[in-house]
């Protein structure tokens, strides 16, 4: 006989489970309509994709309903990459470089302004330092994650052999480079058989001579290479070249034979970006016999300007997801991620409120850039566009050679930017 009260319980239950099931089903795809996508591209080597990744989880960890999707190229297809999908399909978030590297994106209206995201978060004060490499018309376009510093490295045995103070202006430098000399040891190294290190010699020499805004109006074609102040540059760079105080044969160098020299004594200063440092290391220097320090004051009372190739990361104007991309830019710019991003990336925090470890020449690097005052420009072959780039390269490697050409050479560096800067 049948217990038609078994026959209801269990026709009720099966009512609740199923009712259950669907309520969960529903509430999974309520979740999957409302989880948002972000689209963000970017050129990483391994060491710094690991880094963001982790970083990523833990912004999707604190923001489960959104999703970062991580598209990562190869540096040179990148470079033209970037081109295309700017115009096309265009991501939520893409990295690129600051300065005169964004301009042209800013320029032409594929890069978001995003002023609100600097001013909602206080990021003025907290990326002071990079803020002016940030800037066009006012408004910044991106968010700085990481830069490395460019200085003077020094040899500290050949500063106590010689029985010289570190300089604080370009008179003291060049004083020091006499008593070098002397003793028969180069003042200052380089190696430009690749060109580059010495575009790192010139800039110093003209953020020095005549500020970083000029700097920038230089790089950028606004000013010409026959300007006054141009040749003042390469007047206080004369001081240096003609007494014989730079290695002579740096054009057959590249720049880690020249870092041989200062390891072994036989040169007392190098400019140089901090990834060097593994090399000189390398070679047996340690943090008592290597040393660094900023390049030394030229016109004085000029506000201080540095050299920090700089990393950002920018919403392009095709974005879909824009509020999210903000999201994701203000959660960077915080002292704790970038800490931690720079700590994998053995580089520089640009928010100021971060934290570096103990390695000195970090230490210092943070220092410097955390307290300039005048900008930060991004080297040379950053600021400049590539054609005119090699051009001017080229030239500082032959005034280095020939200094009695600089006419010559500046003439020429005039007629390619008539030419490149269309």
Not at 10 to 28: I, N, P, V
Not at 266 to 279: E, S, T
């Amino acid at each position: 006989m049948v217990n038609t009260w078994e026959v209801y319980c269990m026709t009720l239950s099966l009512k609740s489970t199923l009712l259950g099931s669907a309520a969960l089903a529903l509430l999974a795809t309520q979740a999957m309509a409302e989880q948002r996508t972000l689209k963000y591209y970017a050129d990483f080597d391994p060491a710094p994709l690991a880094a963001f990744e982790a970083v990523i989880a833990e912004f999707e960890a604190a923001n489960p309903d959104i999703d970062v999707v991580l598209q990562n190229f190869d540096h040179e297809g990148y470079k033209t990459s970037i081109r295309n999908f700017l115009t096309a399909d265009s991501p939520d978030l893409a990295n690129w470089y600051a300065g005169n590297r964004m301009a042209p994106f800013v320029n032409s209206g594929q890069f978001l302004d995003i002023s609100d995201v600097w001013a909602d978060n206080n990021l003025g004060e907290s990326l002071a330092s990079a803020k002016g490499s940030m800037t066009i018309d006012g408004k910044q376009w991106g968010i700085p994650y990481t830069y490395y510093q460019w200085g003077i490295y020094y040899n500290k045995d050949v500063y106590e052999q010689v029985g010289v103070e570190v300089p604080s202006t370009w008179d003291e430098f060049i004083d020091n480079c006499a008593k070098f000399k002397e003793a028969g040891i180069d003042c200052l190294t380089t190696g430009t058989k690749a060109l580059w290190p010495g575009a790192g010699i010139f800039d110093y020499m003209n953020l020095r001579t005549n500020g970083y805004e000029f700097h920038m109006d230089l790089t950028a074609g606004k000013v010409a290479w026959t300007d006054e102040r141009v040749k003042n540059t390469f007047a206080e760079w004369a001081k240096l070249v003609e007494p014989g105080y730079v290695t002579a044969n740096h054009a057959a160098l590249d720049w880690q034979d020249a870092a041989s020299l200062l390891i072994q004594g036989k040169a007392a200063n190098y400019v140089m970006g901090n990834f060097a440092v593994a090399v000189f290391k390398d070679g047996g220097m340690t943090n008592e016999t290597l040393g660094f320090m900023q390049f030394p004051e030229i016109t004085p009372g000029l506000p201080r300007g540095e050299e920090a190739p700089t990393d950002t990361i920018h919403i392009p104007a095709g974005a879909k997801n824009v509020d999210d991309a903000k999201k994701f830019l203000a959660y960077i710019a915080t002292a704790d991620v970038q800490t931690k991003l720079n700590e994998a990336l053995g580089q520089l925090p640009v928010n100021n409120g971060s934290k570096v470890g103990d390695d000195p020449f970090l230490q210092a690097g943070f220092e410097l850039l955390s307290t300039a005052d005048g900008g930060i420009a991004q080297f040379f072959d950053r600021d400049a566009p590539a054609e005119m780039a090699k051009v001017g390269m080229e030239g500082f490697q032959e005034f280095m050679v020939k200094p009695e050409n600089v006419d010559r050479i500046l003439e020429r560096l005039e007629k390619a930017r008539g030419r490149i800067y269309k």
